[in-house]
């Protein structure tokens, strides 16, 4: 017990988590954490409730005016400080928990000044919360958050690492853009060349990176079934509730996988994600449900029990233009869903996650697998009712030729790509993948409605503080 004070060094250090629980009744233990509520009783004694992140739920502390520092520092405690609490877990008679920890000693590490502390009062709103990032972890609503993104992290790495996928790096600086369209951030640093001349630090213009999968392709094409997870930047000018400068993203990519196989994958990991929140998180989700969504538990509840549909695009488009809806934005064949087209199909029309597959060629990248028709191309996009698009994804066009034709019809230059053709050129094989955004599938499990606070730090115009 090296963090507890060294009085307290016989005792068991436990989470409130586990001091919260029955089974814990009848220990003498240490449990560290902040203040969020001091009540006084006339009887002479105090109430804390203390939090240290563990879970959702507070452990209540009765301090006792017998103890040494109840006049000079218990009775100022107030939300914010922090405290060390040794004490025998006994079972309690309030109500909605089931223990309660009397105290035997509690060392204060740190006041929180009642004037100054910026979360003195409950209730404040989230844009408020925005510009206190330093501090808005200690309020129920982001720590359920940082769980719950834990909990879906640790749920994603281990569906990819269960099924032989291999973790990859892909760089963050890179020279390529994935999708072959701007809203790149640029890395400006120079050098100077032994001439005294300035050059660009990489020899050439330098990107931060929009996605992983060019660079992940290579690696499934040598050791078969991947799958990258770490930041991706987009330099979206636009202030949306859906868009950050700096998000998380998951691209997994498979050799010898076609878009069937893809789709499969998709509906294992999302099915496999929303399995272990609801095991893992149900204090949180129970409050995301009450506080924040009630639809919450049950939209992923409903999804668990669900196929999802594959329909081709041909289909959903025929059903949008029979459907008698009114859309801000028509539908014809060869136009790009919107949210609002994706929702009806998804919530209205069929009621379940739908998986749309064989896109127009025209509006989608150069590595999708061109069809047969040489109208569509094997992409698929995953939508869930509230969000609409949660995974785009394809299998990846594997003849050179046809790669080449794409890029350039593209107004891409295949010189560039020298390096992702050779995967074409030497040893090629069908493969697929697709990219789902950690922060959008934190918004739909979590019903949070802005998507600045589902990370911890949001990156967005204007907005780097912390
Ligand atoms: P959108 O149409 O919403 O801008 P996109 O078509 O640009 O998305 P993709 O290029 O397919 O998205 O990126 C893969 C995934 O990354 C998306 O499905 C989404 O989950 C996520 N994503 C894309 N852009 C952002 C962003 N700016 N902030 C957070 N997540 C994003
Ligand atoms: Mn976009």
């Known amino acids: 017990m090296s963090n507890a004070p060294s009085s307290f060094s016989n005792l068991p250090t436990v989470s409130v988590a586990e001091a919260r629980r029955a089974e814990t009744v009848g220990r003498e233990v240490v449990v560290h954490g902040w203040v969020r509520t001091r009540r006084d009783s006339k009887a002479g004694f105090s109430f804390l409730e203390i939090n240290d992140g563990s879970c959702f739920g507070n452990v209540q502390v ?34 909605g928990q089931a223990t309660e920890v009397h105290a035997t000693a509690v060392v204060v590490h740190g006041m929180a000044d009642a004037e100054t502390y910026p ?11 925005r510009t206190i990032a330093h501090l808005r972890p200690r309020t129920n609503t982001f720590g359920a958050v940082a769980r719950v993104r834990n909990c879906v992290c640790n749920a994603i790495h281990r569906f990819f690492q269960e099924r032989g996928f291999l973790y990859v790096h892909t760089p963050l600086i890179t020279a390529s853009d994935c999708e072959g369209a701007g809203a790149m951030f640029q890395v400006k640093e120079t050098v100077k060349a032994a001439n005294g001349a300035t050059e660009e630090f990489f020899g050439r213009p330098a990107f931060l990176t929009v996605s992983g999968q060019l660079e992940a392709e290579t690696f499934a094409c040598s050791l078969g079934k991947t799958y990258t997870f770490g930041p991706t930047f987009r330099a979206e000018h636009s202030n949306t509730p859906r868009h950050l400068a700096e998000f998380w993203m998951i691209e997994p990519e498979m050799a010898f996988c076609d878009l069937w196989g893809d789709m499969e994958l998709a509906e294992g990991l999302l099915k496999r994600i929303f399995r272990d929140v609801l095991e893992q998180c149900p204090e949180d989700m129970q409050f995301f449900n009450q506080r924040i969504d009630p639809t919450v538990i049950e939209t992923l509840e409903h999804i668990l029990q669900s196929e999802f549909l594959r329909v081709s695009y041909t289909e959903a488009v025929a059903i949008l233009e029979t459907s008698g809806q009114a859309f801000e934005f028509p539908t014809a064949w060869g136009c790009d869903l919107q949210a609002e087209h994706e929702r009806y199909l998804t919530e209205k029309h069929f009621r379940r996650p739908v998986i749309l597959y064989d896109y127009p060629r025209s509006i989608k990248p150069f590595y999708m697998r061109v069809n047969d028709d040489g109208r569509t191309v094997r992409a698929m ?12 994804g394809s299998q990846r066009e594997e003849r050179l030729d046809v790669l080449e034709s794409r890029m350039k019809e593209q107004g891409l230059n295949p010189e560039s790509y020298w390096w992702y053709l050779d995967l074409r050129r030497y040893g090629t094989v069908p493969h697929a993948g697709f990219g789902l955004g950690l922060e959008r599938i934190l918004l739909f499990i979590t019903g949070m409605q802005n998507i600045r606070d589902v990370i911890p730090f949001p990156r967005a115009p204007g907005n780097a503080e912390f």
């Open 381 to 392: 996009d995953v939508l869930v009712p509230k969000v609409g698009e949660i995974i785009g």
């Open 119 to 129: 979360l003195q009062k409950k209730g404040h709103s989230f844009e408020f919360l």
């Open 62 to 95: 009765i301090a006792d005016r017998g103890l040494a520092n109840y006049e000079s520092e218990l009775k100022r405690l107030g939300p914010g400080a922090s405290v060390t609490v040794a004490g025998a877990v006994e079972a309690s008679p309030g109500k």
